[in-house]
């Protein structure tokens, strides 16, 4: 295990550490949207009549093909250039900040709110690309229903959103975005930082892909149950637009809430729970494995 330093560290090496963090996240990223997609559909999917994931991904790809799973990758790809370094560079920042010379451990409820605060700041600065990608991943929907899309690419969904709602549209569904993100990386980061070292001071596993895969297992487990409610109230907020009365369906998070427990159940709130871990558990893996390798080869200390 790396010793923790309480020194502020290179100005080099941070710029490292989120060049190498911007290629893991886009691996990961790329390799597991598919699944993204299928999750967010089965969350847009507001019936009770109940609908598996393998039955979403067979109609994308029944009726779009292969590239209809790849829908509103660049906005995702975009997105993670700019949330996944804030975050995991934030978070060893701001790590560093409770380090003293008497002691160099942190304990895991100031783990889980350093996570959430480095969470909540990276996804306030990546919402946008947010909004375009799951506005583009819904469109895919409409395509499949005999509608015609929103939106042509990514620069048509960002000029039309801003010419319709005004610059501030870019960041509709933030709250409910910022509400995920605190929760997602509250379990993300702070569990995997405490689960790895875990595993290796109790000597399961060295600091090696063994220790990163069991890390990022019960990371991906931990921040997919407690921010699967959020999920799916920031899913359905971002995608919704005003209607032709002027009205949205949703007039907050709180609203989205209750709309959704009242007219489609209590468990309504996990939809694409297992879509979202089993994206989640990949991406991880990847990123984490990858990440972690990455700065082993350029020299610096593992995270």
Same mark, same amino acid.
């Given at each position: 295990?790396? &010793?923790?330093?309480?020194?502020?560290? &290179?100005?080099?090496?941070? /710029? %490292?550490?989120?060049?190498?963090?911007?290629?893991?996240?886009?691996?990961?990223? /790329?390799?597991?949207?598919?699944? +993204?997609?299928?999750?967010?559909?089965?969350? !847009?999917?507001?019936?009770?009549?109940?609908?598996?994931?393998?039955?979403?991904?067979?109609?994308?790809?029944?009726?779009?093909?292969?590239?209809?799973?790849? @829908?509103?990758?660049?906005?995702?790809?975009?997105?993670?250039?700019l949330?996944?370094?804030?975050?995991?560079v934030?978070?060893?920042?701001l790590?560093?900040?409770?380090?003293s010379?008497e002691?160099h451990?942190?304990s *895991?409820?100031?783990?889980?709110?350093?996570?959430g605060? #480095?969470?909540?700041?990276?996804?306030?600065?990546?919402?946008?690309a +947010?909004?375009?990608?799951?506005?583009?991943?819904?469109?895919?929907r409409?395509? #499949?229903?005999? *509608? $015609?899309?929103?939106?042509?690419? #990514?620069? +048509?969904?960002? %000029?039309?959103?801003? @010419?319709?709602? =005004?610059?501030?549209?870019?960041?509709?569904?933030?709250?409910?975005?910022?509400?995920r993100?605190?929760?997602?990386?509250?379990?993300?980061l702070?569990?995997?930082?405490?689960? @790895?070292?875990?595993?290796?001071? %109790?000597?399961?596993?060295?600091? %090696?892909?063994?220790?990163?895969? !069991?890390? #990022?297992?019960?990371?991906? *487990?931990t921040? /997919? /149950?407690?921010?699967?409610?959020?999920?799916?109230? @920031?899913?359905?907020?971002?995608?919704?637009?005003?209607?032709?009365? =002027?009205? !949205?369906?949703?007039?907050?998070?709180?609203?989205?809430?209750?709309?959704?427990?009242?007219? $489609?159940?209590?468990?309504?709130?996990?939809?694409?729970?297992?879509?979202?871990?089993?994206?989640?558990?990949?991406?991880?893996?990847?990123?984490?494995?990858?990440?972690?390798k !990455?700065?082993?080869?350029?020299?610096?200390?593992?995270?």
């Amino acid at each position: 295990m790396a &010793p923790q330093q309480a020194e502020p560290e &290179p100005r080099s090496r941070a /710029t %490292n550490k989120i060049a190498l963090a911007s290629l893991s996240a886009m691996v990961a990223e /790329t390799s597991t949207f598919p699944i +993204d997609i299928t999750k967010t559909r089965l969350q !847009l999917h507001a019936t009770t009549r109940p609908i598996s994931a393998f039955q979403v991904a067979a109609g994308i790809l029944r009726q779009q093909g292969v590239p209809g799973l790849y @829908k509103g990758l660049s906005p995702a790809i975009i997105r993670h250039l700019l949330y996944t370094p804030i975050r995991t560079v934030g978070y060893e920042q701001l790590r560093h900040a409770f380090v003293s010379p008497e002691n160099h451990s942190v304990s *895991l409820p100031t783990k889980a709110l350093i996570g959430g605060i #480095s969470g909540v700041i990276a996804q306030v600065v990546a919402s946008p690309a +947010d909004l375009i990608k799951v506005r583009m991943q819904a469109d895919g929907r409409m395509v #499949s229903q005999g *509608l $015609e899309p929103r939106y042509t690419g #990514s620069v +048509d969904a960002l %000029n039309k959103i801003i @010419k319709t709602d =005004g610059f501030k549209g870019l960041w509709r569904g933030v709250f409910p975005n910022i509400q995920r993100a605190f929760l997602v990386n509250m379990g993300e980061l702070a569990c995997y930082d405490h689960a @790895k070292h875990l595993v290796i001071r %109790n000597r399961i596993a060295d600091d %090696n892909i063994c220790a990163h895969t !069991l890390a #990022s297992i019960m990371s991906g *487990l931990t921040a /997919t /149950t407690i921010s699967c409610p959020a999920d799916v109230v @920031k899913t359905r907020m971002m995608n919704q637009v005003v209607d032709e009365e =002027g009205k !949205l369906k949703y007039r907050s998070s709180y609203d989205c809430l209750m709309k959704t427990v009242r007219f $489609e159940g209590f468990r309504a709130l996990w939809k694409g729970f297992f879509p979202t871990w089993a994206r989640l558990g990949p991406w991880q893996f990847v990123f984490w494995v990858s990440y972690e390798k !990455l700065r082993l080869i350029a020299g610096l200390p593992t995270f």
